[in-house]
C-alpha cells in the first residue's frame, strides 16, 4: 500500500491536521503524544503514525491556540503553608501533566474576600478552576460556582459540580472513640477557622459523640490552624485539666505538644494529644503524633480526573468521599487517674 504523501512543507502542520488523520479528537492527540498512560495502546500508535506521516512537530503555543485553550487550570488553596494543602496539589499537579497541563495555584490566605476574587481572576485566565476547602458561605458558593464553570470543588460540595472530599465527621468520631476506650472523659477541642466546613463537621461529630457518652465532656477551645495557634492554646488547655486535647489539625497538635512539654507536662502520660491530616512530620514528633491520615495525594489526583473530563465534555465521575483512617501512635495513652 503507498504511503499517503507528505504534507506541503509550505504550511505548517497542525495538531487538527494529526487529529483527522487518526480520526481523534484534540486531546486524545495531546495525551498520546506526551505519552498519557490513559491512552489506549492502539490508538496511541495510530496518533504517533499520523504525526510521523505528516511531519508534524508539536508546538506548545500552536496547540493552545488551536484547542482554544491555556492548557492550564487554576487550583485556589486557603493555606499554602499548610502541608495537606500541599500534598493535594502535588498529586493534582502530578496527574494534570500526565495530561499536558499546567496548574496556576493562588493562595487565599484564610480570606473569604481573596477566595472570591481569586476565584474569578484565576479562572478567566485558565480552562477551569478547582476551589480547595473554599471558606465562602454555602449560598455564595452555589451562586459562585455557575459563573466559574468547567469548575471542581475539594472538600465542598455545590448543586451539580463534581467534588471530591474526605469525611471529617466520621474520622473525628472514630479519634473521640479511641480516646474515650482509653478512660478519657474530659476532653478539649482545639477549634480551627470557623468558616472552615471541616471545622463544622468535626463539631457536629463532637455533639453527637457527647449525646451518645452522657459521660463524656467535650470543651472547645478556639483556636485556629497552624502552630502557633496550638502552642498559643496550651495554657487553656492546662487550665481546663482535660486529660486529652483534640487538635483541628496536625500543625495545632505540634503546637500544643512542643508548648505542654515545655511547661513540664508529660505527654501521654498527663495528657493524650491527637491531631489530624497526618502530614508527614507527625510520625516524627516526640512522642510520635496519634491521628487521622487523610489521602490528600489521592484526594488531588481525583480532582483532576473530574476537570479532565469537564474538560473533554465527558459526563464527570461521580462525588468520591474518602475515609481518613485513624493512625495511633505514642501521643495517646490511658487517661491519668
Not at 24 to 52: C, H, I, Q, W, Y
Not at 77 to 104: C, E, K
Request: with cysteine; charged share 20%; aromatic share 4%.
Amino acid at each position: 500500500m503507498p504511503r499517503p504523501p507528505r504534507a506541503d512543507r509550505s504550511t505548517r502542520v497542525t495538531i487538527a491536521d494529526v487529529a483527522a488523520r487518526a480520526g481523534v479528537s484534540l486531546s486524545t492527540v495531546s495525551r498520546a503524544l506526551n505519552g498519557n498512560p490513559t491512552v489506549d495502546p492502539a490508538l496511541a500508535e495510530r496518533v504517533k503514525a499520523a504525526a510521523a506521516e505528516l511531519d508534524y512537530t508539536a508546538s506548545p503555543v500552536a496547540r493552545s491556540l488551536v484547542l482554544g485553550r491555556t492548557q492550564t487550570v487554576a487550583v485556589v488553596v486557603p493555606d499554602l503553608g499548610n502541608p495537606t494543602f500541599q500534598a493535594i496539589l502535588r498529586g493534582l499537579s502530578h496527574a494534570a501533566a500526565a495530561d499536558d497541563y499546567h496548574v496556576l495555584v493562588a493562595d487565599s490566605a484564610e480570606s473569604v474576600e481573596a477566595e472570591r476574587v481569586l476565584a474569578g481572576a484565576t479562572r478567566r485566565r485558565t480552562d477551569g478552576v478547582i476551589l480547595c476547602a473554599p471558606r465562602l458561605p454555602q449560598d455564595e458558593l452555589d451562586r459562585l460556582v455557575g459563573g466559574l464553570r468547567p469548575v471542581v470543588l475539594i472538600n465542598r460540595a455545590a448543586g451539580d459540580v463534581p467534588h471530591v472530599r474526605a469525611d471529617y465527621r466520621t474520622a473525628l468520631a472514630a479519634e473521640l472513640t479511641h480516646l474515650h476506650g482509653l478512660g478519657h472523659r474530659r476532653i478539649v477541642f482545639l477549634a480551627g477557622a470557623p468558616g472552615s466546613v471541616a471545622n463544622t463537621a468535626r463539631l457536629e461529630a463532637i455533639a453527637s459523640f457527647v449525646a451518645e457518652h452522657p459521660d463524656t465532656q467535650v470543651t472547645e477551645i478556639p483556636c485556629g490552624v497552624d502552630f502557633e495557634a496550638g502552642a498559643a492554646a496550651s495554657a487553656a488547655v492546662l487550665e481546663s485539666e482535660a486529660t486529652a486535647a483534640l487538635a483541628f489539625n496536625d500543625l495545632v497538635a505540634m503546637g500544643l505538644l512542643s508548648a505542654v512539654q515545655e511547661n513540664g507536662c508529660r505527654v501521654p502520660e498527663d495528657l493524650s494529644i491527637v491531631g489530624f491530616d497526618d502530614i508527614p512530620f507527625a510520625r516524627y514528633t516526640t512522642p510520635p503524633l496519634t491521628t487521622a491520615a487523610v489521602p490528600a495525594t489521592e484526594i488531588g489526583g481525583q480532582a483532576w480526573a473530574r476537570m479532565r473530563e469537564l474538560l473533554e465534555g465527558a459526563e464527570p465521575g461521580h462525588p468520591l468521599t474518602v475515609l481518613p483512617e485513624l493512625t495511633v501512635r505514642g501521643t495517646t495513652g490511658p487517661a491519668r487517674g
